[in-house]
């Protein structure tokens, strides 16, 4: 069963039409107690970095996800929930996000070193390049083109928590994770049958209790 993590700035509805098509069990609450019943977590977001940070802290979630985490249960945060899986954020000044990752985001530019401007956010289909092809998020897939929209993109030296990429006028961490702690900048939920194979190998890691390196 994955538990949805509601702090009042999801996309629940389209996270859970897309559980519903792929017949995966799960069931949506703000409250900590429901939600440690799940098997895995799924954290959404659209919005503020700083925002989302206040609300999980004004509703006690940051202390029961860091919890969660690490007791090795699975965990996957989609778009600005991915964003808060590392360590902060410029967003609206400096704020601490929930530390799993090393990195930070960082608002796109919006030119190039040479001064080529280009449009921010990061909007529409873009194509992914898998770093770690064998990583269960990505089995029985190929590259292929998801939906984004973000302006603000992971910055982060580490490149072991990079499972996949994309470009634009630069790197996008676009799925990223360590252990059982994973997430994808795009919306797999609005991304056709790639991202929704990605929701579903996370739905079969967390029914049949798999580690990400099996």
């Not at 069990?25 to 107690?33: H, R």
């Not at 921010?120 to 194509?127: D, E, L, Q, R, T």
Request: with cysteine; net charge negative; proline share 4%.
């Amino acid at each position: 069963m994955i538990g949805i993590i509601d702090y009042g700035m999801g996309n629940l509805h389209s996270v859970s039409k897309a559980l519903e098509r792929l017949n995966l069990p799960y069931f949506l609450s703000e409250n900590t107690d429901e939600l440690n019943k799940a098997d895995g977590l799924i954290l959404p977001g659209v919005g503020s970095f700083h925002d989302a940070m206040g609300l999980l802290k004004e509703k006690e979630q940051e202390t029961f996800i860091k919890t969660w985490a690490a007791d090795g249960r699975p965990l996957l945060g989609i778009c600005l929930g991915m964003q808060l899986l590392f360590e902060g954020s410029e967003e609206n000044g400096e704020t601490e996000g929930l530390g799993f990752l090393p990195g930070y985001a960082k608002l796109f530019p919006g030119k190039t070193k040479e001064g080529t401007a280009y449009k921010v956010p990061h909007m529409g289909w873009n194509k992914l390049t898998f770093q770690q092809p064998q990583h269960i998020l990505l089995q029985d897939t190929e590259e292929g083109h998801v939906y984004f929209v973000h302006s603000y993109v992971i910055d982060t030296e580490d490149k072991d928590v990079l499972i996949a990429t994309s470009d634009y006028y630069g790197e996008v961490p676009a799925v990223v994770g360590r252990g059982r702690v994973l997430g994808t900048q795009f919306h797999p939920e609005k991304s056709s049958t790639l991202g929704m194979k990605l929701l579903e190998n996370f739905g079969r890691m967390v029914s049949e209790g798999r580690n990400t390196d099996e």
